[in-house]
């Protein structure tokens, strides 16, 4: 895919951020473009191995579930890639609004820049609700839907960032002793056993070990299991998602830090928030509920490209209006 042709795709939808959000961007967009995108991204994602080994820098974020205002605000006050490089957990559709714009635009930086943004897969990544279809079958086609599917089963299930921090969408199973035994785990439309526990389990309080899940699936994890698991795996700490959290980021016990990234989740006010991983630790950047903030969102590299290709200088305080104005 040409660099023009994603750059469209950016404008799209970064310019909607500006705008009172009446008109979805993605209702505006080529479909060839968007299957040519989902197809793209899928080849690049079969490179990237079940189990990523990070060294460097990173923002891990938590859930986005569809949340385009969250997203760019995270993209804005952060960074863009490549100058930030990002991790996500995983549940980046369903429950809000705008589920395909979240994914197309994550998917088209993961084309543009593959080594400084990472997909993991969450567990509404496995059997896809009604809803997202249903968004795929109105805005763009009958056969999208399948595409996305063979896309996500291209998504790794984890990553470890500087050999510390393990990062998974839901948290340990109690198939797995320590770290090692991920090595079996590999890419499936159907997902079970270890890989199930990975993208479902929860943190509890009420049990050491591992017991029943309230989610009816997989089972819950508690802090000697954990703590046992990273002690044997020489591992500092898990960092989650899957979990709403009312102040953006908490940590469950010890050594467990759950993150969620959707400012105003189903409209209940809540914080979110994204950790900033380092070979120093983890800290965290939070985002204040502002449902009603949208803000131009345009990175600097998306500026100067558009610029060279309609051959004009790149002007000083110039708004994107005004670049496709000349």
């Known amino acids: ?90 549940d980046y559709i ?15 930086l993961k084309i543009k820049y593959p080594t400084s943004l990472y997909l993991l897969r969450g567990n509404h990544e496995i059997s896809l609700s009604s809803s997202f279809r249903f968004e795929c079958q109105t805005y763009i086609n009958d056969t999208i839907y399948m595409q996305f599917e063979d896309c996500f089963n291209q998504f790794p299930l984890v990553a470890l960032i500087n050999g510390d921090y393990l990062c998974q969408h839901g948290g340990i199973s109690k198939k797995a002793q320590d770290f090692s ?16 526990d990975i993208l479902w389990s929860d943190p509890t309080t009420e049990i050491s070990c591992f017991g029943p899940i309230t989610r009816g699936r997989s089972r819950s994890f508690g ?23 009312e102040q953006g980021v908490k940590q469950d016990f010890l050594g467990c830090t759950t993150v969620f990234s959707s400012t105003d989740y189903l409209g209940k006010g809540n914080t979110s928030a994204v950790l900033l991983v380092n070979y120093s630790g983890i800290s965290n950047v939070l985002f204040a509920p502002n449902p009603q903030a949208r803000k131009n969102a345009f ?8 610029c060279e290709s309609i051959r004009v200088p790149v002007p000083l305080d110039v708004t994107f209006s005004d670049i496709f104005a000349l």
């Open 1 to 90: 895919m040409q660099h023009d042709d994603l750059n469209q795709i950016f404008f799209k939808i970064l310019s909607f951020c500006s705008k009172d959000g009446s008109k979805r961007p993605i209702a505006h967009m080529n479909d060839d473009a968007i299957e040519l995108i989902v197809n793209q991204a899928t080849k690049i994602m079969e490179k990237d191995d079940v189990v990523l080994h990070l060294t460097g820098n990173f923002v891990v974020v938590g859930d986005i579930h569809g949340n385009i205002d969250s997203l760019l605000e995270i993209f804005q006050k952060v960074g863009y890639p490549p100058y930030k490089s990002y991790v996500f957990l995983g």
């Open 94 to 108: 369903d429950r809000g609004q705008y589920s395909l714009e979240v994914v197309v635009l994550l998917l088209a």
């Open 181 to 196: 035994q991920y090595s079996s785990l590999k890419k499936s439309s159907k997902v079970k056993g270890m890989a199930l």
């Open 223 to 245: 802090n000697s299991a954990l703590e046992s698991f990273l002690k044997k795996s020489g591992i500092k700490g898990l960092i989650r998602g899957h979990s709403y959290v």
């Open 299 to 306: 990175p600097i590299w998306l500026l100067e490209e558009t």
